[in-house]
């Protein structure tokens, strides 16, 4: 479908909570060539990490620069929420190439703000994915669960709180902003799955989206919980199959939108809905 997008997730991180290290294994680059778009994140934002500092994050960040010519014909998104770390990546791609058509900002810290303003009108055709967190400063960013919404709140109070964090959007930046409810941030379980249950009624403010669930633990929290137990491994495979239920519904039933990212680590789900025609 032309508007759905997929997008590799490239954790170049020792912590990641799901494949932190897997950079540094052999035919790494070769797996990203069958998405669309590649996320770059050098700094891992689950809860039980520490935040790191700009230099670290651009000194991980360095491997990237070391193989951007796997990677001309990409759109690149970096997933950060430390704006000197951005303006130093996009400044250094321009150097290395890549129009501003191919830029893309992914902000966890769920913050609209100046640095976000400067960022949509220095790099004119770039986009901005921004994201439901109730962090109250980008500084508290990893720790999202530590601000999370009301315990007690129904399917559509849970959706209309969601939408109300996305309108702070200026009207003359909106075409080029991708909302993400950011599953699994400032959100638990029970309010995660009522989004994806309701993600329909959740899309109606906007014709840009991203969804990302993959290896997110409250699918394995589920799992095991209503399927089966066994071991992080076991679950983190398990989970996968209700990632790929989840999508092969919203991928059918997005005609709506004008652009659908699908944030995803594993390579092969790309190709396998590609090779059934879901995408």
């Known amino acids: 479908m032309d508007n759905v997008l997929s997008m590799g997730v ?36 689950a809860p039980m990490n ?19 010519e796997s990677f001309q014909n990409k759109v690149i998104s970096l997933d950060s929420y430390k704006p000197d770390v951005v303006f130093w ?16 900002w992914n902000d966890v810290s769920g ?12 790099y004119k055709e770039s986009r901005f994915i921004f994201c439901h967190s109730l962090v109250p400063s980008r500084e508290e960013s990893t720790r999202h669960m530590h601000y999370l919404m009301e315990e007690e709140l129904s399917s559509f109070e849970i959706v209309t709180k969601v939408q109300d964090h996305f309108k702070v959007v200026k009207e003359d930046l909106m075409g080029r902003v991708v909302f993400d409810p950011c599953f699994g941030f400032s959100k638990n379980a029970h309010q995660s799955f009522e989004l994806m249950k309701n993600w329909k009624n959740l899309v109606q403010i906007h014709e840009h989206w991203l969804f990302g669930i993959s290896k997110k633990s409250f699918l394995r929290s589920w799992w095991q919980e209503n399927i089966q137990n066994g071991s992080k491994e076991f679950l983190l495979e398990k989970s996968e199959y209700l990632h790929l239920l989840w999508l092969q519904r919203v991928i059918g039933e997005s005609h709506g939108l004008k652009s659908l990212v699908l944030r995803v680590h594993d390579h092969s789900l790309i190709s396998l809905l590609k090779s059934f025609s879901v995408i």
């Open 111 to 122: 913050q609209w703000d100046d640095p976000v303003e400067k960022f949509l009108r220095d």
């Open 50 to 68: 520490e935040a790191i500092s700009e230099d670290l994050e651009k000194e991980r960040l360095e491997f990237f620069f070391r193989n951007t």
């Open 10 to 45: 490239m954790n170049i991180t020792p912590n990641s909570f799901s494949d932190g290290g897997s950079y540094l294994k052999e035919n790494f680059l070769q797996s990203f060539h069958s998405f669309e778009i590649i996320d770059v994140g050098a700094e891992s934002t």
């Open 89 to 104: 990546f996009f400044e250094s791609l321009e150097k290395c190439g890549f129009k501003t058509s191919q830029f893309i």
